[in-house]
T-cell receptor, first 115, second 108 residues
Framework: GAVVSQHPSRVICKSGTSVKIECRSL??????MFWYRQFPKQSLMLMAT?????????EQGVEKDKFLINHASLTLSTLTVTSAHPEDSSFYIC???????????FGPGTRLTVL | TQLLEQSPQFLSIQEGENLTVYCNSS?????LQWYRQEPGEGPVLLVT?????EVKKLKRLTFQFGDARKDSSLHITAAQPGDTGLYLC????????FGTGTRLTIIP
């Protein structure tokens, strides 16, 4: 199957700082990438859908100015958590698909801890 | 809002036993996928079912998609400790909606 990587795998930051998470599709070109958030002992919740070259579509309740998504190429999407707070601490997972309705391939996740 | 409820939420059984996990919704999905997730890792796709009534087998795992494409089940035969993990169903239309999850523990 297709491989998706995320970097970093773990990050600890201070409250008020910004953190960037990268999601890369290693062996295919992904027109669509998705960003999910997973709190402990809970399921995955979709945060936003990003299509290469266009603005991301955010789910209800997700602040677009806080969670900045950039999908500048067919193999890279980034999620920047701005002015992070402890409640933003979570497991962030991306997925990539050839097209939006195609099978999604998931990355290994990034554990964010905000102190 | 599309919701997928999984049951049971937690399941702990002895090695060698059989089990079934259910995934139910009031919404119709064009496809339904099952994933297994290990702690600290992303979910790994197990199977995709797209046709109402479809049954797929993956070794000791049997997946069924309901006739109305609103529900699905996962049956594991002769469970092994390696089956331990979080099992997630996800319904697909324009985007994936994940179920509430079933945390399975197989006791050696």
């Amino acid at each position: 199957g297709a491989v998706v990587s995320q970097h970093p795998s773990r990050v600890i930051c201070k409250s008020g700082t910004s953190v960037k998470i990268e999601c890369r599709s290693l062996d295919f070109q992904a027109t669509t990438m998705f960003w999910y958030r997973q709190f402990p002992k809970q399921s995955l919740m979709l945060m936003a859908t990003s299509n290469e070259g266009s603005k991301a579509t955010y789910e209800q309740g997700v602040e677009k100015d806080k969670f900045l998504i950039n999908h500048a190429s067919l193999t890279l999407s980034t999620l920047t958590v701005t002015s992070a707070h402890p409640e933003d601490s979570s497991f962030y997972i991306c997925s990539a698909a050839l097209v939006s309705t195609d099978t999604q391939y998931f990355g290994p996740g990034t554990r964010l801890t905000v102190l | 809002t599309q919701l997928l409820e999984q049951s049971p939420q937690f399941l702990s059984i002895q090695e060698g036993e059989n089990l079934t996990v259910y995934c139910n919704s009031s919404s119709v999905f064009s496809s339904l996928q099952w994933y297994r997730q290990e702690p600290g890792e992303g979910p790994v796709l197990l199977v995709t079912v797209v046709t109402g009534g479809e049954v797929k087998k993956l070794k000791r795992l049997t997946f069924q998609f309901g006739d109305a494409r609103k529900d699905s089940s996962l049956h594991i035969t002769a469970a092994q400790p390696g089956d331990t993990g979080l099992y997630l169903c996800a319904g697909g239309n324009e985007k994936l909606t994940f179920g509430t999850g079933t945390r399975l523990t197989i006791i050696p």
